[in-house]
């Protein structure tokens, strides 16, 4: 039997699914970029209670490790080490981009994905379909200036084009602006290639830096 926590916290959204290994049974998702910490158990609850299970019942966790920005990437990660660690089940990353191209509108051929690394700058990659229809990661991931990503008129999904419609267009129709984990778990489920270590994808310096020597203060 398999029962896959999905759980994303790479972007503004805090989101959770459960996958039986045929398909996704369960899925949570809210919105709220400054309470990823408060939030997470609660939506890992609301979708085990939603099939009436348990945490024991679970057979693996798979994780969004980004790109993203530190705090809000880290409570998703942490959380699912600690889980897999007391359950006894393996943990697995996948590149949070992966799984929002996984959940861009099937008429997509080639196309990007970009979401807001803040400091005026977009995580990006660029995608292409296999021989299944199943998008593929072909470059990247990269953060770059919106103005520097080499979009090649190719669509953009995500929500780095909603914040910067001018140098990366209007996201298309129907494409997702953050990371859904049910699209994550079918990731997980599939497995093909693009299992990650459960470690934070970081691609930016942080805000906090180390502080320097201390002056001499002069009497």
Do not use: I
Request: aromatic fraction near 2%; hydrophobic fraction near 45%; charged fraction near 20%.
């Amino acid at each position: 039997m398999t029962l896959l926590l999905a759980l994303d916290t790479s972007g503004p959204a805090v989101t959770a699914a459960l996958h039986d290994g045929v398909r996704v049974v369960a899925a949570a998702h809210h919105h709220d970029a400054r309470r990823h910490a408060e939030l997470l158990a609660a939506t890992v609850s609301e979708v085990l209670a939603a099939q009436a299970r348990v945490p024991a019942e679970l057979t693996g966790v798979v994780v969004g490790v980004g790109p993203g920005p530190f705090t809000g990437l880290r409570v998703g990660v942490v959380t699912a080490r600690v889980l897999g660690a007391a359950l006894g089940v393996p943990v697995s990353g996948v590149c949070s981009l992966d799984a929002l191209a996984e959940a861009a509108p099937a008429g997509l051929g080639a196309f990007l994905v970009a979401t807001d690394a803040r400091r005026h700058e977009v995580h990006w990659a660029r995608y292409r379909r296999d021989g299944d229809g199943h998008p593929v990661r072909a470059d990247g991931p990269c953060v770059a200036r919106p103005a520097d990503v080499p979009t090649g008129g190719l669509p953009v999904v995500g929500r780095g084009a909603l914040l910067y419609p001018g140098q990366l267009g209007e996201p298309p129709a129907g494409a997702p602006l953050d990371v859904d984990a049910a699209a994550l778990a079918r990731l997980g489920v599939r497995a093909s290639g693009v299992l990650l270590p459960p470690e934070p994808l970081y691609l930016c310096r942080p805000d906090a830096a180390e502080p320097g020597a201390r002056k001499r203060v002069l009497r």
